[in-house]
């Protein structure tokens, strides 16, 4: 099948595209089409992995979108989690129909629109639980389920062949924190009235029983906050609201005033406050700016950066690179949040720093202070239970899950008539239900697109965008020697350029001023700066970066190459 341009949708025939999610973690997308109607499920995002350098976020590759363009009458979102609608704006400007989701989702969603420029006029459409919409031959019905943040929604979409049921990310959880639990009595209706296909969550099949409740941290957290004699810092996920409220809840009983650090942990508890899914008490919360005049053991510090991320809150806090919190000797950091997949040595490095400060460093493998927001392996076995679908289609994660979720989901419905089919697809499988039943047909065009926010947009290929930069702008490289125990500058910076035309007369000034800047770069930081070699290339590319734009008007590539002796 020539993959540029999908053929329209087969008459009397359901076709269910993943687009993104399937065989990876992140950038979660759907097309499901009936005739001339096409909706969208979700449109997140993946972050990029170190090596891809200049990419600062990546989504799923939009050609099978922009070929339905026409068709497609709305996208529906789940929950509000980066790579659920990350890729919304992205995905807005492709189609003329609503944004259907909860209020914190679209609250989430309502500045990304206004970074890129977009007006939601009336296009954010926003539903609870229970509500039901019609587009075109679909009717969908929202259904609560519980996650590691507030008001999110599984979706049972009714469609002329049958009855769809797509989970969104869930765990059941049974004491939440909010009193809003996991629809399981609508779950069971709907397994009852017969469902046609699971689309369902895999991220967690591996782990066996139960995911914990989020209540279930409060008895470690209550330990820190009596033993810390210091400032308490936790770092977490800034969509972690349920995290936040009971970190809030426990500082007002061990009288502490709580400070939210780094942007979007501002810009998201300021959020949740609005909506009333977060309360704190207005006694309790005080500016970032604040944090100085109150005593170390009065404060409770809640950041960004659990990922270790260069320019995240914790790892600057970690050196001293933040002016209003600063850590000392009784201090605790507490990084709450899982581990994601490539961050362990970034992570690590932000927990050297912290213990160079002598504050003291709590993980998950100290005390139990994270649960997962996805369901284990006995919580998905149970939604299959109630649901009792025809077909299954395991979605979100690797395909070592999907693959797991398939085994798992035939031992639960073994001896269950008619016998459950498994259909274990791919990114770009087109999934077909007709009157004959369900298959993997064709494929349609997917894959990744890599996005530079700061320069060019869309990144299809990353050679591609490299020679684009260096074709008009050129490339510096900045060759410097530094000693590998002080990080002290080590002879005189090297700069070699090629591509890069400036005035002759102008050249030589304009480079002795650059090996300068690099040399007063260097001496101005720390010496945990200089002997990390990630944090001083990203510092040095950014001084040299503003000052051949402030020099010369251009923007070359620039490569700072540090060698240790």
Same mark, same amino acid.
């Given at each position: 099948?020539?993959?540029?341009? $999908?053929?329209?949708?087969?008459?009397?025939?359901?076709?269910?595209?993943?687009?993104?999610?399937?065989?990876?973690?992140?950038?979660?997308? +759907?097309?499901?089409?009936? /005739?001339?109607?096409?909706?969208? #499920?979700?449109?997140?995002? +993946?972050?990029?992995?170190?090596?891809?350098?200049?990419?600062?976020? !990546?989504? $799923?590759?939009?050609?099978?979108?922009?070929?339905?363009?026409?068709?497609?009458?709305?996208?529906?979102?789940?929950?509000?989690?980066?790579?659920?609608?990350?890729?919304?704006?992205?995905?807005?400007?492709?189609?003329?129909?609503?944004?259907?989701?909860?209020?914190?989702?679209?609250?989430?969603?309502?500045?990304?629109?206004?970074?890129?420029?977009?007006?939601?006029?009336?296009?954010?459409?926003?539903?609870?639980?229970?509500?039901?919409?019609?587009?075109?031959?679909?009717?969908?019905?929202?259904?609560?389920?519980?996650?590691?943040?507030?008001?999110?929604?599984?979706?049972?979409?009714?469609? $002329?062949?049958?009855? #769809?049921?797509?989970?969104?990310?869930?765990? !059941?959880?049974?004491?939440?924190?909010?009193?809003?639990?996991?629809?399981?009595?609508?779950?069971?209706?709907?397994?009852?009235?017969?469902?046609?296909?699971?689309?369902?969550?895999?991220?967690?099949?591996?782990?066996?029983?139960?995911?914990?409740?989020?209540?279930?941290?409060?008895?470690?957290?209550?330990?820190?906050?009596?033993?810390?004699?210091?400032?308490?810092?936790?770092?977490?996920?800034?969509?972690? !609201?349920?995290?936040?409220?009971?970190?809030?809840?426990?500082?007002?009983?061990? /009288?502490?005033?709580?400070?939210?650090?780094?942007?979007?942990?501002?810009?998201?508890?300021?959020?949740?406050?609005?909506?009333?899914?977060?309360?704190?008490?207005?006694?309790?919360?005080?500016?970032?700016?604040?944090?100085?005049?109150?005593?170390?053991?009065?404060?409770?510090?809640?950041?960004?950066?659990?990922?270790?991320?260069?320019?995240?809150?914790?790892?600057?806090?970690?050196?001293?690179?933040?002016?209003?919190?600063?850590?000392?000797?009784?201090?605790?950091?507490?990084?709450?949040?899982?581990?994601?997949?490539?961050?362990?040595?970034?992570?690590?490095?932000?927990?050297?720093?912290?213990?160079?400060?002598?504050?003291?460093?709590?993980?998950?493998?100290?005390?139990?202070?994270?649960?997962?927001?996805?369901?284990?392996?006995?919580?998905?076995?149970?939604?299959?239970?109630?649901?009792?679908?025809?077909?299954?289609?395991? !979605?979100?994660?690797?395909?070592?899950?999907?693959?797991?979720?398939?085994?798992?989901?035939?031992?639960? +419905?073994?001896?269950?008539?008619?016998?459950?089919?498994?259909?274990?697809?791919?990114?770009?499988?087109?999934?077909?239900?007709?009157?004959?039943?369900?298959?993997?047909?064709?494929?349609?065009?997917?894959?990744?697109?890599?996005?530079?926010?700061?320069?060019?947009?869309?990144?299809?290929?990353?050679?591609?965008?490299?020679?684009?930069?260096?074709?008009? /702008?050129?490339?510096?490289?900045?060759?410097?020697? #530094?000693?590998?125990?002080?990080?002290?500058?080590?002879?005189?910076?090297?700069?070699?350029?090629?591509?890069?035309?400036?005035?002759?007369?102008?050249?030589?000034?304009?480079?002795?001023?650059?090996?300068?800047?690099?040399?007063?770069?260097?001496?101005?930081?720390?010496?945990?700066?200089?002997?990390?070699?990630?944090? +001083?290339?990203?510092?040095?590319?950014?001084?040299?970066?503003?000052?051949?734009?402030?020099?010369?008007?251009?923007? $070359?590539?620039?490569?700072?190459?540090?060698?240790?002796?």
């Amino acid at each position: 099948m020539d993959q540029s341009a $999908p053929s329209a949708v087969s008459p009397g025939t359901l076709e269910v595209v993943p687009l993104g999610g399937l065989g990876e973690f992140g950038m979660n997308m +759907m097309a499901m089409s009936w /005739d001339d109607t096409t909706i969208l #499920i979700d449109a997140g995002v +993946m972050f990029p992995d170190p090596d891809q350098l200049g990419v600062d976020l !990546i989504i $799923p590759d939009l050609s099978y979108v922009d070929a339905r363009r026409p068709h497609v009458k709305a996208l529906v979102l789940t929950h509000g989690h980066e790579d659920h609608i990350g890729a919304v704006p992205h995905v807005m400007p492709l189609f003329d129909g609503p944004v259907y989701g909860t209020a914190m989702t679209l609250a989430l969603v309502e500045p990304k629109l206004e970074e890129h420029a977009l007006a939601s006029d009336d296009r954010l459409k926003v539903v609870k639980p229970r509500d039901v919409v019609t587009i075109g031959p679909f009717t969908l019905e929202f259904i609560r389920v519980t996650h590691s943040m507030p008001d999110c929604v599984a979706l049972a979409i009714t469609t $002329p062949v049958g009855l #769809i049921v797509h989970t969104g990310d869930f765990k !059941i959880d049974q004491t939440p924190l909010d009193g809003e639990h996991f629809d399981l009595h609508r779950f069971a209706e709907l397994g009852r009235l017969g469902v046609l296909a699971l689309f369902a969550d895999s991220t967690n099949i591996d782990r066996k029983g139960f995911t914990g409740p989020e209540i279930e941290v409060i008895d470690a957290f209550e330990e820190l906050f009596t033993s810390t004699s210091g400032k308490l810092v936790v770092a977490t996920f800034s969509s972690s !609201i349920y995290r936040m409220q009971i970190l809030v809840d426990l500082a007002v009983q061990f /009288d502490r005033r709580v400070a939210f650090v780094g942007r979007s942990m501002v810009k998201n508890a300021e959020i949740a406050q609005r909506l009333g899914f977060l309360h704190v008490p207005s006694c309790v919360q005080i500016r970032e700016s604040d944090v100085p005049g109150f005593a170390s053991q009065d404060v409770l510090c809640i950041t960004t950066g659990s990922q270790g991320e260069p320019q995240a809150a914790l790892p600057r806090i970690s050196i001293d690179d933040r002016r209003f919190v600063r850590l000392g000797p009784d201090d605790t950091v507490v990084f709450s949040a899982r581990a994601i997949p490539g961050n362990e040595k970034a992570i690590a490095r932000t927990m050297s720093h912290v213990a160079r400060r002598g504050a003291d460093v709590v993980t998950d493998s100290i005390k139990h202070v994270h649960v997962s927001g996805h369901g284990s392996a006995e919580e998905l076995k149970l939604v299959l239970s109630l649901v009792r679908p025809r077909y299954f289609v395991p !979605i979100h994660g690797e395909y070592r899950q999907l693959s797991q979720h398939a085994r798992v989901a035939e031992r639960v +419905m073994a001896g269950v008539e008619p016998k459950l089919q498994v259909l274990l697809a791919e990114n770009g499988d087109i999934i077909q239900f007709d009157r004959r039943g369900g298959r993997i047909a064709e494929k349609a065009p997917a894959g990744r697109v890599l996005i530079d926010l700061t320069r060019i947009g869309e990144v299809g290929d990353e050679v591609l965008r490299d020679r684009r930069h260096l074709a008009a /702008d050129g490339v510096i490289i900045a060759v410097v020697a #530094i000693n590998r125990q002080t990080g002290a500058l080590v002879g005189d910076p090297e700069l070699v350029s090629r591509g890069f035309v400036v005035a002759e007369s102008d050249a030589g000034a304009m480079f002795r001023d650059a090996a300068a800047l690099v040399a007063e770069c260097i001496a101005g930081s720390s010496v945990e700066e200089r002997t990390d070699q990630g944090l +001083m290339t990203e510092k040095l590319r950014g001084e040299l970066r503003r000052f051949f734009k402030k020099r010369s008007g251009r923007r $070359p590539l620039v490569l700072p190459i540090l060698m240790e002796i």
